[in-house]
């Protein structure tokens, strides 16, 4: 393997293709700072009590009390059916169709928003403007994920506020969440936890 493809031992992502500093050991920086801040890490995903907070404190402000997004996957639903079971929640779902949602999908939404008699929106931006967004993430990341990530946002933002929806629940996998990790984001997150 050639020095520009060399792999990070731990991690096994092609480092130096994508420009990411390596130590002298040849582990990547990424694993690094995850090493760095394995006690912030341990907490994404334990803080139960401030999701509670916040509901207490944004519901019944408005016709919804949160903006989620849904895929229709497993994680997504699994987020949805616990707002409404768990917290009673009055949710606005949306979803990003961007072109690659599979009919199970499309199948599940429809039965699930239905099953919890949840309100459900669907965003479908212009085919053009979803090419130029993947486009740009290949050639800049060599991941097209992040264009979903900007879509979803602003998709989020826009319903919240055309809605007048107090809350945004957002989710990420432990992939996702560490795809970029900095050390800001962890001293950020370790900075909230400590006064949640």
Not at 61 to 70: E, P
Not at 113 to 121: K, M, Q
Not at 155 to 160: D, I, N, Q, T, V
């Amino acid at each position: 393997m050639s020095k520009a493809t060399r792999c990070c031992p731990r991690c096994l992502l092609p480092a130096r293709l994508y420009g990411i500093p390596c130590h002298s050991d040849g582990v990547c920086s990424y694993c690094k700072i995850i090493d760095r801040f394995r006690q912030e890490i341990s907490m994404i995903g334990k803080q139960v009590q401030l999701l509670a907070e916040r509901f207490d404190r944004f519901c019944n402000s408005g016709v919804y009390d949160c903006v989620v997004g849904f895929s229709g996957g497993k994680d997504s639903s699994y987020v949805l059916y616990r707002l409404k079971t768990h917290y009673r929640a009055r949710v606005l779902a949306y979803t990003c169709d961007n072109g690659f949602l599979t009919p199970y999908a499309k199948d599940n939404i429809q039965r699930l928003t239905g099953n919890l008699e949840v309100d459900h929106v669907w965003v479908k931006p212009d085919a053009s403007i979803l090419r130029e967004l993947y486009r740009s993430n290949m050639l800049s990341e060599a991941w097209p994920c992040t264009a979903c990530f900007h879509m979803l946002g602003a998709s989020a933002w826009k319903l919240a506020y055309e809605y007048r929806v107090p809350f945004i629940i957002d989710g990420r996998t432990p992939d996702q969440i560490l795809r970029n990790p900095t050390p800001n984001l962890f001293l950020g997150l370790g900075v909230r936890l400590s006064n949640a």
